[in-house]
Each structure stands twice: as structure tokens, then as C-alpha cells.
């Protein structure tokens, strides 16, 4: 990748954990979160990645609802790019991983399990598996969210071992209490063992988000942001998802970088052909 490149900006807008109490407009019902994704696709994100929520907040794989939420999106904000996690802490694998016959443009493929804070988040090996080659035979792109350096390790295995097409899309998620710190050099580090011609995406949780972003950006990474990744927009201030976003189509714009258009995301990211996208067979 190249600073010369249209950055690709992601909208991250609910993740599988915070709730209303720790953030009163986190998008739950399929009208927030459409409502949420057009407002930060009007401000520059060319992706929306989402966890899917049942009526009571909490995390749901039921397809009903998954379908819901997408036909809400793309009625809201139509062109934009829709990324939808398998990731979460609570469904089984299974039921996760199944969430991918619904057949999304994109979808999130976690390598590894680790610690997440104080929980669990499980990608047993032979299941990950399972689901890359069924990602793969469908043609949904994997969003590989790699923690910590090992994960680059297996990733790459997983290119050996035929399950994964390169271009890679990799996010470097970093500031996970079980993964790599939230720091320059891990960035540059990771970034450094990427092979050549991947794509990457900086994914910076919590406190430091802003900085090690707009690091990205300056390093001609894409990048992410949005209530899964921060709630807050600086200290004390809370945040929301088109803040999010136009603060950082504010930080490409001041480092003279193009932000994305859903077109040249699906081009760079080498988007596998759009032949059934969710809720549009
Ligand atoms: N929030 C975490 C449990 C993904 O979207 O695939 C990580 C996760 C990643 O769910
Ligand atoms: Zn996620």
C-alpha cells in the first residue's frame, strides 16, 4: 500500500460489547443502525462493519435479524460497503461462523483465540478453518483480524495451506488487554511482517485510538474507527459514529490523502465480484 492511495475508511458501529448504559446511541434495532451507518457513510466510511443485536442489546446470530439489519443498511445508505463480524464473545463458533450462508460482501475472520479484557473470545483452530474454506467457496472477503504478532504467523499458514486468496485484508487491532499494546513501534513492527501487496487497516481500541489512527493514515494504512473501537470522542466527551468518522476524513484531508469512495474500497480491496450481497440475492 502506498500513501498515494485512497485511504479506506471503516465505520465500526456497535461491536459485541458496550450497551446502552455505557453509550445511550449505541445502534441496537435494525432503524438505529441504519440510521447510524448512513449518517457515518454521508461523512466518508466506505465500510460499515457490524454486530448483529437481538431486541434486548445483547449479541444474536438469528439470521431473521441479521437479514433485518442489512436490508435496513442498504435501504439507508445504499453503495456503501457492508462488513459483518463472526467475531463476539458469546454465540458458539458454529453459530457464528454460520452467519456467513447469509452471504455479506465482507466478513470478519479471527485467526486466533486469546484473552479479550476478562473474557474469552474462542476461534478454535480446526473450526477457523472450517470457516475460512467456506468463506473462501462463497466468495466473502475476509477481514482478518490479526492481535498480536503470532496471528500474522498463522495467517500466513493459512495462505500456505491454500484457505486464504491473497490480497490479505488485515487489521491491525492493537490496545486489546490480550493482545499487542496500542504503541508506535508495535505498529510499525506488525506492519513490517505483512507480506508484500496486503492490504492493512489500523484498528486502535480505547485510549489511544485517535493517536495510533492518525499514525496509520500518516503510514498509509486504512483505518477505522466508530463505538466499537471508542466510545469517547476525547476524554470526558462522548462520541458517535459520524464524529468518529469525520474526525478522521478530517486527519486524511489534513495529510493531503483521498478518502475512498465504496468503489475504489472494493477495487483496492480486491472485493470479490458482487454476485449475492445480503439481502440483495
Ligand atoms: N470485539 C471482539 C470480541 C470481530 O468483529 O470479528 C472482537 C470481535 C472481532 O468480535
Ligand atoms: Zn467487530
Not at 498515494?4 to 445502534?27: E, Q, R, Y
Not at 433485518?68 to 445504499?78: G, K
Not at 483480524?145 to 498463522?154: K, N, Q
Not at 495462505?159 to 486468496?165: I, M, P, S, T
Request: glycine share 8%; aromatic share 4%; net charge neutral.
Amino acid at each position: 500500500m502506498a500513501f498515494t492511495d485512497p485511504c479506506v475508511i471503516t465505520c465500526a458501529i456497535n461491536g459485541p460489547i458496550a450497551t446502552k448504559k455505557d453509550h445511550p446511541g449505541l445502534p441496537t434495532e435494525p432503524e438505529e443502525v441504519a440510521a447510524v451507518a448512513a449518517a457515518a457513510h454521508k461523512e466518508g466510511a466506505a465500510v460499515i462493519h457490524t454486530h448483529v443485536r437481538d431486541k434486548e442489546g445483547k449479541p444474536t446470530v438469528d439470521k431473521g435479524r441479521v437479514k433485518a439489519y442489512f436490508e435496513a443498511i442498504h435501504e439507508a445508505a445504499p453503495g456503501c460497503l457492508l462488513q459483518l463480524s463472526t467475531g463476539g464473545i458469546e454465540p458458539t463458533y458454529a453459530d457464528r461462523a454460520a452467519q456467513v450462508e447469509l452471504l455479506p460482501r465482507m466478513a470478519s475472520l479471527n485467526p486466533a483465540t486469546m484473552t479479550f479484557g476478562m473474557a474469552e473470545f474462542r476461534n478454535p483452530p480446526k473450526e477457523m478453518r472450517v470457516l475460512a474454506a467456506r468463506m473462501k467457496e462463497l466468495g466473502v472477503k475476509p477481514e482478518l483480524e490479526i492481535y498480536d504478532y503470532g496471528h500474522i504467523d498463522l495467517m500466513m499458514q493459512l495462505v500456505k495451506e491454500g484457505l486464504l486468496e491473497e490480497p490479505l485484508s488485515c487489521s491491525l487491532v492493537l490496545g486489546v488487554m490480550g493482545g499487542a499494546a496500542a504503541t508506535p513501534a508495535n505498529l510499525v513492527a506488525m506492519v513490517n511482517l505483512l507480506p508484500p501487496g496486503a492490504n492493512w487497516q489500523i484498528i486502535a481500541i480505547g485510549r489511544f485510538n485517535l493517536q495510533l489512527t492518525t499514525m496509520g493514515i500518516a503510514m498509509g494504512g486504512n483505518a477505522r474507527t466508530g463505538l466499537e473501537d471508542t466510545l469517547l470522542l476525547r476524554k470526558g466527551v462522548l462520541g458517535d459514529n459520524a464524529a468518529l468518522t469525520k474526525r478522521l476524513v478530517g486527519i486524511c484531508k489534513a495529510m493531503e490523502r483521498e478518502v475512498a469512495t465504496p468503489a475504489q474500497a472494493a477495487a483496492s480491496l480486491k472485493l470479490p465480484e458482487l454476485r449475492r450481497d445480503l439481502a440483495r440475492p
